[in-house]
Nanobody
Framework: QVRLVESGGGSVQTGGSLRLSCKVS?????MGWFRQTPGKEREGVAV???????QYEDSMKGRFTISFDADKTTLYLDLNNAKPEDTAVYYC???????????????????WGQGTQVTVSS
C-alpha cells in the first residue's frame, strides 16, 4: 500500500504560480496528478514514471509541469500562468506495477492522496 500526502495548495491570483507537493511513502511505478471541481468528474492533469517520462492531458500542456524527486520521494506539480478555471481540488495518485507507458486513466490508479484545494482568483 502506498500512502500519499499532498501539500502546497492555496490561493493564487490569475497569472501566478503555485507548486503542489505529494510525499510518497514507498516507490510506486506510475504517479500522477488529477483534479476535480464540484459536479464534474475527476480529470487527469499529468502522469510520470520514476525515470521522469511524463505525459500531459492535451488541455494541460504548457502551464503544468510534473516531476518526481526520488531522493525525497516527493511528487510535484508546478502550475504557471494560473487561470480561474484551474480552481479545483488536486489529487496525487500512484500505482505499483510496471507499465511501458504509464496509464492516464484515473481508474488505473489505486492509491490516492486526500486532495488539496487550489483557488485561482481573477
Amino acid at each position: 500500500q502506498v500512502r500519499l500526502v499532498e501539500s502546497g495548495g492555496g490561493s493564487v491570483q490569475t497569472g501566478g504560480s503555485l507548486r503542489l507537493s505529494c510525499k510518497v511513502s514507498a516507490f510506486p511505478y506510475c504517479m500522477g496528478w488529477f483534479r476535480q471541481t464540484p459536479g464534474k468528474e475527476r480529470e487527469g492533469v499529468a502522469v510520470i514514471d520514476p525515470v521522469g517520462s511524463a505525459q500531459y492531458e492535451d488541455s494541460m500542456k504548457g502551464r503544468f509541469t510534473i516531476s518526481f524527486d526520488a531522493d525525497k520521494t516527493t511528487l510535484y506539480l508546478d502550475l504557471n500562468n494560473a487561470k480561474p478555471e484551474d480552481t479545483a481540488v488536486y489529487y496525487c495518485a500512484a500505482r505499483v506495477g510496471y507499465f511501458d507507458v504509464c496509464p492516464r486513466r484515473r481508474d488505473m490508479y489505486t492509491n490516492w492522496g486526500q486532495g488539496t484545494q487550489v483557488t485561482v482568483s481573477s
